[in-house]
């Protein structure tokens, strides 16, 4: 049986199924975050402590924007908008808005075979560099073997905004050496000074992409919204709706952990337009991004 606590005080909420050996842990306060995640037995998610949530914005949902943007700055519809350069480093405003708000549970259902929770965020100010209002749902969907967030934005503003979504998780291998990456890409991100996108190259992947040791971080441009990691203990398989699909890889210094992130843009997409959408007043768009875990036998 599946069930659900939400400790209000802490912010945090978790999901369980010890019969299944499934268990996920999110932080309300952290932009609704899941720090943890087991589905059939496999820790495929974990806390990446010592390194905070604060450098790493790990599984952090990104939105009105993925990755960076170069000096914050950006034009639309004849206006110029300065978000604040979080990434003070580079100078770059990185991974949106949400990461750090605080989710509220409006729904959660469970049973014998899956568990389910819905979260919002309703932004009612306007924010610098996004003068927008806006609403975000989130809803976590767990079984055994399955994992889907679903992403609904809805532009509760009356004028229209630019956008791109995306989902920063790290997983965990027992020997990311002897890990591979699988996918269809045949173009490939070029990041110049400070990680912003000047172009694109082309790429082979007809065969899977070793780790090996390798220091990741590149973008992909996908032909499908296909990708499996191959462990030595498991294979997941990721899916993406949607049209614009990109891979973001990055392997931070944690051994064995890489973060493997499916997004709609790449860097300074407010600026050079790869992926950006635009939302009208009063419409939605929604996205799902879901996870299939398999024994290595």
């Known amino acids: ?93 990185l991974h949106g808005l949400v990461y750090n708000k605080t989710f509220a549970v409006i729904d959660s259902t469970s049973n014998e075979d899956s568990a389910s929770v819905k979260l919002e965020y309703n932004e009612t100010n306007e924010s610098q560099g996004f003068p927008y209002l806006y609403n975000i749902q989130l809803e976590y969907i767990f079984s055994n073997e399955d994992f889907e967030l679903k992403v609904t934005v809805k532009n509760t503003d009356a004028k229209p905004f630019p956008f791109t979504l995306g989902w920063h998780p790290y997983f965990l291998s027992s020997n990311l050496y002897d890990s591979l990456l699988q996918l269809n890409s045949t173009s490939k991100l070029v990041l110049g000074d400070r990680n912003i996108t000047t ?6 992947t007809t065969l899977p992409i070793k780790i090996a040791g390798q220091q990741l971080d590149d973008c ?74 398999k024994n290595n036998n």
């Open 1 to 93: 049986m599946y069930n659900i606590k939400h400790n209000q005080e802490s912010g945090l909420l978790e999901v369980e199924n010890p019969a299944a050996n499934v268990y996920a842990k999110i932080y309300l306060n952290d932009g609704a975050s899941m720090q943890e995640l087991t589905l059939n037995g496999h820790a495929i998610i974990k806390d990446l402590t010592p390194l905070s949530y604060a450098d790493t914005y790990a599984s952090s949902i990104l939105f009105p924007f993925a990755n960076r943007i170069k000096d914050g700055k950006y034009a639309f519809k004849g206006e110029d908008f300065q978000f604040e350069a979080n990434q003070k480093e580079e100078n770059n405003a």
């Open 220 to 293: 992909w441009v996908l032909n499908s919204d296909e990708v499996v990691f191959h462990t030595p203990n498991y294979k997941l398989k990721f899916n993406a709706t949607g049209d614009n699909n990109f891979l973001q890889v990055y392997t931070p210094p944690k051994v064995n952990t890489i973060a493997i992130e499916p997004t709609t843009g790449v860097s300074d997409s407010f600026n050079n337009e790869i992926g950006l959408k635009v939302l009208k007043a009063g419409e939605t768009c929604a996205i799902t991004w879901s996870l299939n875990i």
């Open 199 to 204: 172009g694109t190259m082309k790429t082979d």
